[in-house]
């Protein structure tokens, strides 16, 4: 047997092949997030919509289905049962499947996009702010 045969794909080939099923299975909006030099979590994140909470269902278990047969086999999933908010952890990808109003609500792609700025930096902002008004 080649010990090959179930390696995991890599990192952009999972991410394309996420996407590529959930554009199959008509989820709509699917926005793919390079992640790689913001966090360690994980190098692509994917979001995409579900018309409903049954078809968000739908979407995370065909979703499952092609993760395990293109060789993944610790693929975690939270929030199937309500079906507004599905997180499918593929490892080097997260997928999130929502509901076109939770989608809005949580704004995951604005969240992720706006640039990074630490607390320090911050503080040192305001302080220089403060002294030029003075």
Not at 101 to 108: A, C, Q, S, V
Request: proline residues 3%.
């Amino acid at each position: 047997m080649n010990p090959d045969a179930h390696a995991e794909p890599a990192p952009d080939e999972l991410c394309a092949l996420i996407c590529a099923g959930l554009d199959d299975d008509l989820a709509q909006d699917i926005t793919q997030l390079d992640l790689a030099e913001r966090t360690s979590i994980a190098d692509y994140m994917v979001i995409a919509t579900g018309r409903s909470a049954r078809h968000v269902g739908a979407l995370a278990d065909h979703l499952s289905e092609r993760l395990k047969k293109a060789g993944l086999r610790d693929i975690r999933m939270e929030g199937k049962q309500q079906g507004d908010w599905v997180l499918v952890d593929a490892g080097h990808v997260i997928v999130h499947l929502f509901r076109a109003e939770i989608r809005t609500h949580y704004d995951l792609e604005k969240l992720w996009t706006t640039p990074y700025q630490d607390q320090n930096q911050t503080a040192a902002l305001t302080t220089d702010e403060s002294e030029t008004h003075l």
